[in-house]
C-alpha cells in the first residue's frame, strides 16, 4: 500500500496534497493498466526509472520521488490516454515509449534528469474507455473509483476523479499547491490531455498564452457532441485567455477553412506552415513578438508532434506533408523560454505503433526526445515569468 493511501485510509480523508497525489498516480510508465501482454516489460521500464529490483521497490522509490516536488523546477507527469483522438491510435504508449527512448539515449537519464531540478512524478492511471468525468454516470463514477482506489474507503474515494483528463487536472492543481514555481511538463496521449493543463493554468497564471505547433486547428466547438476532444480543446482553451490571440497556433496545414477565417471566427492567431518554411527567422521573431504584444506573462508550449513533418516525424495519428523541421521546433521553444518564460509544455500525439517502418519509428522518437531535451533547456534555463 503507497503511503498516500494509508494517509487517506488512517485520517478517513484526504489530508494534503501530497497525500492526494500518491493516491492519485501510478509509477512512470504504468499508467496503462496492463496484467498479462505487455506487463512484464511495462515492469523492467519502471525497474530501470526507479533503480529498483521488484515491483514493491518501484512504489516506495515512487513514493520517495513525490516527497520531492516541493523543491521541482519542473514536473514531468504521464498522461497515456489516447480515447480523445480521432483517426488512428497509439498514442497511449508514447509515455512508456518516450521515457524509454530517453534511457537508451543516456542510462544516467533519471540521475541527470535530478540534478536539473526535473521530477518525474509518475503517470495518470487511465480507464482507456474514459475521458473527462462529466461524461460519466454516477454509476459509473463509483465504479471506476472502486476500480482506481481499491485500498481506499468509501468516505475516502468520494469525489476522487476517475477519467484521465480529471485527474490530470487534479494532479496539476495539486502540484501547483505543493510548489507553484514547479513547470509541468505533460507527455501525452493524444491532444485532449492539453485541456486540464490550460484549466489549471487559467486558475495559477491567469496571463499566460498557448503556443501550439500542429498541423491542425483543433478549433471545433463540439465533434459528435462531445464538448472536449483533440479537435475542440484549442477552441475552449482560448476562452480561458485573456486575451484569444494568446493562443498561437504554428505549422497550421490541414483545415478546412483557411488563416483568415480562423483568425477572424476564433480570434486566435495564426502561423501556418509555408509561412514559417519559408522564412523562419522572421517567422519565429513575428511569433515571439506577437506574443510579447498581447503582454502575455509566460508561455504553455503545447506540442503536437503532427505539426512536424513526417520526414522527421511519421509515428503519429495523422501526419501531413509540409511541416515544420526540428531545428524550427528547437529553436522557437528555446526562444519562447529564454525571452518570455515557459509555465508548461507537452508533448502529444506521438503514436510509436503508428510508423509505417521500424526505422521511422525510431526517428520519431528521436525527434520527440530532441523537442523535450530542448523543452527542458528552456525551463531549466530560461527566464522565469
Known sequence: MRSGQRGLHEYGEVVDALTELGALLR?????VHLVSTGRNEQLELARRLYRAQDERGVQSAFERTLETVRQARGVVLGVPSDVGAGYRRGSNVAPMALRQALLDEDS??????AELGIVDVGDVPCVPQLLLDEMCSAAQLDASRRALYPTLPASSREGLPVAPLSIAERALQRIAELNPRAVPIVLGGDHSVAWPVARVLARTHPDFGIVQPDAHTDLLEERLGVRICFATWSRHAASLLRRPDRLV????????????YWEAHTGVRQFWADQCLSDPNAALDAIVSHLRETGARGVYFSND???TDPAFAASTGTPEP???TPPFVETLVRRLGHEIGLVAADLVEVAPPLGPTPEQTARTLRTATGYLRATLDAIVRGRTP
Open 27 to 31: 509509477p512512470a510508465g504504468m499508467g
Open 108 to 113: 544516467d537519464w533519471p540521475a541527470r534528469a
Open 249 to 260: 497556433q504554428v505549422g497550421v496545414r490541414a483545415s478546412r477553412h483557411d488563416r483568415a
Open 305 to 307: 508532434i503532427d505539426g
Open 322 to 324: 509540409g511541416g515544420l
